[in-house]
């Protein structure tokens, strides 16, 4: 359990976000208690242009008045001041790996699944290859891994949350088929294992809710 | 002799590449410095890097490891006991800020550097280096919050967002060329001149930088060669 000796966790989010998501499962999964504020991006709030000025997002944790910024580097402060339940090795090379696959996943795999889900008829055949090409990349690294971090979760597994969990529900209202079992079977039982993850599990946003969100966005 | 069995797999004109040698440099570690020539790949590098076939790539014994700011982070790691300066720092908040500020260069710098250089028209171009002066300008602040009134981001001894920012310096010399305008505004970004002169004669840094008169062929040979 974390010490809570007058330190103040704060995180301004959003909550279908899966960068901001990714905050929320690593401090439950840490156990450290903290204030959620829900930020709306048409009108940002004071102390996220205060707390982000270089780039205006969330998330943003704010640890004892101190903000850090950019989801993975949050993720790395998260596990290197709360030292229970560690999201990465102690050894270098595991740490380097973890690192390369979660910026793997930030700038090629993640944009590659949303342009395909967000495609128009003219580029779609493209954009869904090109996804695929993602998930084959992820299928050959999870192999037969219960976790991408071994036998406990880690930081890759945090930021794949995206493939965990919203990929099925963007796949389902773009009309596609990208992360399924028979294409991807080793992707999809490590997104099964992730989901069911006792603290993941919770801290995950509500399915219907974040289906409807996204469903609304696609109808503008 | 690379007693480390170290081998970086670079190339002279590649920032990303000078950042892993001047973090080789700063720890004094021995290596075997492979020049790749990008246009026919040898096989060590497609074995090693079969995600983005980029350079650099540092080959410790049988482990690979890609992206030259991950590259900086294992090295500081593996070695952070061998007697030489720390890389990052060793706050955890410091190096939440450190990992942002790199994070930020190679995004903003790396991309308005690279996109006016190649720019075919004026207005693309003047665009670009406008932004690039915004950069630096908010570098110029970083710089002064950071610094402790020291010569670097990380204080007395060259760090993180130094060596992340500095890997740029020869190809802001080639901006110069090319525009005729000082890399740095004496007026504007003043710690930043003292910066980059203190920066490319530091010992750890020194005969790495890229010579300008050769980057700055290699840079016309690149333009020569994007299809019009």
Known sequence: MATANQEEVRL???????????????????????????????????????????????????????????????????????????????????????????????????????????SDEKGREKAVEEALEALKILEDEIKDKKFFGGETLGLVDIAANFIGYWVYILQEIAGLELLTLEKFPKVYKWSQEFINHPVIKEGLPPRDELFAFFKASASK | ?????????????????????????????????????????????????????????LIHGDKAICESAIIVEYIDEVWKNNGTPSILPSNAYDRASARFWGAYIDDKLYNSLRNGLFA????????????????LLKLEDVLNKSSGGKDFFGGEKIGFVDIAFGCYLSWLRVKEKFTGEKAFDEAKTPSLVKWAEAFATDPAVKGILPETDKLVEYALAMAAAIPK
């Open chain 1, 12 to 118: 301004l989010g959003k909550w279908a976000s899966p960068f901001s998501n990714r905050i929320d499962l690593a401090l439950k999964l840490k156990g450290v208690p903290y204030k959620y504020s829900e930020e709306n991006l048409a009108n940002k709030s004071d102390d996220l242009l205060k707390y982000n000025p270089v780039y205006k997002k969330v998330p943003i944790l704010v640890h004892n008045g101190n903000p850090i910024a950019e989801s993975l580097i949050i993720l790395e402060y998260i596990d290197e001041t709360w030292k229970n339940n560690p999201l990465l090795s102690e050894d270098p090379y595991e740490r380097a790996l973890a690192r390369f696959w979660s910026k793997t996943l930030d700038d090629k795999i993640l944009p590659a699944i949303w342009n395909a889900c967000w």
């Open chain 2, 1 to 57: 002799m690379a007693t480390n069995d170290l081998k970086l797999l670079g190339g002279w004109f590649s920032p990303f590449a000078v950042r892993a040698q001047i973090a080789l440099s700063i720890k004094g570690l021995d290596y075997e410095n492979i020049v790749e020539n990008l246009n026919s790949k040898s096989d060590l590098f497609l074995q090693s890097n079969p995600v983005y076939k980029k350079i650099p790539v």
């Open chain 2, 120 to 135: 075919q028209d004026i207005e693309s171009k003047k665009k670009h280096f406008e932004e690039l002066a915004e950069v």
